[in-house]
């Protein structure tokens, strides 16, 4: 029976879709190790190197002179390699950043909405994103968009800090011709900043990892092995909408009692009797670099650091992860008030796990984790054999 052509091409790219990960994982990676790491001879090394070379995936370059001796060359992205686009749609404003093989995002434009309406947005964006395709109209592969709320398809379910609901996000690509075969890719953004921690950041050492995520409420993700659960439609990971709150308190959502309000920047408010923020995110920066912090301050901190506690605890008792890290602003929230923190976690974890927990570390991606995480994503896409097929067949 004859092979499908197209799979035919895709296998042809197998091996080349490995060397990209190896050279993804461990940046500035020699051939030799690499052949190493793939189980491959110095040959075929040199031979696959030299095919990516001409196809512009791979390059060699010098590496950072270190003594005397032969200099040493380390694999990367060509300067003439393809090209992934993230988008980072926030609360009150949305970034965009370019990254090549080496999945570093290089933010090349960002602006502020905060009065602005849906469709003022999405055209906004739609206008970038042309912009930027039409300088690079034979690099760009992808797009991956990152946004805080529910995802299923090309649709945004739910933008509870605007109050969008069943949002297509495919305007975003309105200024790229359909023949382009520019892939446009959605994820939560808290699902691809936990993405971001097990491939790059401070749980990339872990099989099963726990990744929470305060902005405007909390959400999160596990990963196993590398990869987010997403759940059935692309939901999964709303950790911030189970009823560990007040059942008197109606969230935006929809549901009442649920931990995001007892975990952000509109719980400091709350606990302070302040007004509910415009941007919770904004509003724990400025509380945290107040020159003086009184005495209803820090007990807003301490209560929003044990509701933060309390519940990492109890879905440590549900995942089971070798390691929870925190993004967004919850370690800032933890650091305000560790012992707090600390107190909350540890009572709240079953007693056979109160000997040796789970470590609880800060995110090493900050508040950049939804953005690796895109990356990631329309990496994982334009790396992988079918995709490495597409560019070559383009070029």
Request: charged share 20%; aromatic share 4%; hydrophobic share 45%.
């Amino acid at each position: 029976m004859a092979q499908d052509p197209g799979q035919a091409a895709q296998m042809r790219w197998l091996g080349a879709s490995q060397l990209i990960g190896v050279v993804r994982s461990e940046p500035g990676i020699t051939r030799a190790v690499a052949a190493q790491r793939l189980g491959i001879g110095s040959g075929g090394a040199t031979e696959l190197v030299a095919r990516m070379r001409q196809t512009r995936l791979l390059d060699e370059t010098p590496a950072p002179a270190q003594g005397r001796g032969r200099p040493t060359t380390v694999l990367g992205p060509h300067a003439d390699g393809p090209l992934v686009l993230a988008a980072d749609l926030r609360a009150t404003d949305w970034r965009l950043a370019l990254a090549d093989i080496d999945g570093l995002p290089r933010v090349v434009a960002e602006a502020e909405y905060a009065e602005a309406d849906l469709y003022s947005v999405l055209t906004q964006l739609a206008d970038a994103i042309g912009g930027i395709y039409r300088r690079r109209p034979k690099r760009l592969r992808a797009i991956a968009v990152s946004a805080a709320g529910p995802i299923s398809g090309a649709r945004l379910g739910q933008f509870t800090p605007r109050g969008w609901n069943d949002v297509d996000l495919s305007a975003m690509t309105a200024k790229i011709p359909d023949r382009a075969g520019v892939q446009l890719l959605l994820g939560n953004d808290a699902t691809l900043a936990g993405l971001a921690e097990a491939r790059t950041g401070a749980a990339r050492s872990a099989a099963t990892a726990l990744y929470l995520m305060v902005a405007e409420g909390i959400g999160g993700a596990l990963v196993v092995n590398g990869e987010p659960l997403t759940g059935a439609h692309g939901a999964a990971g709303e950790y911030g909408h189970v009823p560990f709150g007040d059942p008197a308190l109606e969230c935006p959502c929809g549901a009442r009692g649920c931990w995001d309000l007892t975990v952000d920047g509109r719980a400091l408010a709350r606990h302070r009797a302040d007004a509910p923020p415009d941007d919770a995110v904004a509003y724990v920066h400025e509380l945290i670099h107040r020159p003086t912090r009184d005495k209803l301050t820090r007990r807003a901190f301490e209560a929003v650091a044990a509701s933060l506690g309390r519940g990492t605890g109890a879905y440590v008792n549900v995942h089971d992860p070798d390691v929870v890290t925190l993004g967004g602003v919850a370690a800032l929230l933890r650091a305000e008030a560790p012992e707090a923190f600390d107190d909350a976690y540890r009572n709240a974890l079953m007693a056979f796990r109160k000997g040796s927990p789970p470590p609880v570390r800060d995110a090493e991606h900050g508040e950049d984790g939804p953005l690796h995480g895109a990356v990631a994503l329309a990496l994982d896409h334009v790396t992988s054999p079918a995709g490495l097929a597409d560019w070559v067949g383009r070029h």
